[in-house]
C-alpha cells in the first residue's frame, strides 16, 4: 500500500536551514508529482510547492523562492524539502503530499515534521 | 491567488448527527475541490475529491456537493472518529490555497 514516511522532528536556530525527507514506499516515486504544504500553530494551510520526481523539475509559491529547495534521490525513492535561512514563524508541521493524478489533488500525505525554530 | 472562506469554524456535535460545511471560493474554481481530514499526529487524510467524488476506501456517510464558487461537505450519522478538523483545499490553480478549517468536536 502507498505510504509516505517523513523524517523527524527538528530544532533549528534562526537564520539555520532545515531539510525534510518523505519517504515513498507502495509505488515509485517518479510517478506522481510530490507536494509540500505546512501548518503553522494556530494558522491555516500554506502550499509550499511542487517537485516532479521524474524530472526533478520544481514549481515554488512565491513566498518560499528563494528559500526552498525541492529535491529528489530516486534510487531510494525519497523526496527532500530544505528550508534555508529560517525564522521564527517558520516553525511549523510540514506535510508532503502525493498527487492522485494529473488534476493536482492528494491521494497520500506524509504523517507530518514538526519543525521548530527557537534561539 | 484564490481565496478559500470555509464555514464554520468550528462546530459541535452530537453522535449520530449530520452536520454540513461550507466552502466558497473568491473565483470559479470550476470542481476542483478537495475535502480532507485532519486529526492531530496523524497524516491527512484525503475524503472528497473534485467536489464530490468519495476518494477510495472512506465511507459514504461522507459526501460533497458543488462547482463554480460554493461548496459543501456533508457528514452523516458522526460517530467518535469522525471528530476532528476538516479543510476545504482548490487545485484549479497555483498557488493551492486552503479553507481556515472547521473544527468538529462532540458536543
Known amino acids: 500500500q502507498v505510504q509516505l514516511v517523513q523524517s523527524g522532528a527538528e530544532v533549528k536556530k534562526p537564520g539555520a536551514s532545515v531539510k525534510v525527507s518523505c519517504k515513498a514506499s507502495?509505488?515509485?516515486?517518479?510517478?506522481?508529482?510530490l507536494h509540500w504544504v505546512r501548518q503553522a500553530p494556530g494558522q491555516g494551510l500554506e502550499w509550499m510547492g511542487w517537485i516532479n520526481p521524474n524530472s526533478g523539475r520544481t514549481n515554488y509559491a512565491q513566498k518560499f523562492q528563494g528559500r526552498v529547495t525541492m529535491t529528489r534521490d530516486t534510487s531510494i525513492n525519497t523526496a527532500y524539502m530544505e528550508l534555508g535561512r529560517l525564522r521564527s514563524d517558520d516553525a511549523a508541521v510540514y506535510y508532503c503530499?502525493?498527487?492522485?493524478?494529473?488534476?493536482?489533488?492528494?491521494?497520500?500525505w506524509g504523517q507530518g515534521t514538526l519543525v521548530t525554530v527557537s534561539s | 491567488d484564490i481565496q478559500m472562506t470555509q464555514s464554520p469554524s468550528s462546530l459541535s456535535a452530537s453522535v449520530g448527527d449530520r452536520v454540513t460545511i461550507t466552502c466558497r471560493a473568491s473565483q470559479g474554481i470550476s470542481n476542483n475541490l478537495v475535502w480532507f481530514q485532519l486529526k492531530p499526529g496523524k497524516a491527512p487524510k484525503s475524503l472528497i475529491y473534485a467536489a464530490s467524488s468519495l476518494q477510495s476506501g472512506v465511507p459514504s456517510k461522507f459526501s460533497g456537493s458543488g462547482s463554480g464558487t460554493d461548496f459543501t461537505l456533508t457528514i452523516n450519522n458522526l460517530q467518535p472518529e469522525d471528530f476532528a478538523t476538516y479543510f476545504c483545499q482548490q487545485y484549479h490553480s497555483f498557488p493551492y490555497t486552503f479553507g481556515q478549517g472547521t473544527k468538529l468536536q462532540i458536543k
Open positions: 503530499a502525493k498527487e492522485a493524478d494529473s488534476s493536482g489533488w492528494y491521494d497520500y
Open positions: 507502495g509505488y515509485p516515486l517518479t510517478t506522481y508529482y
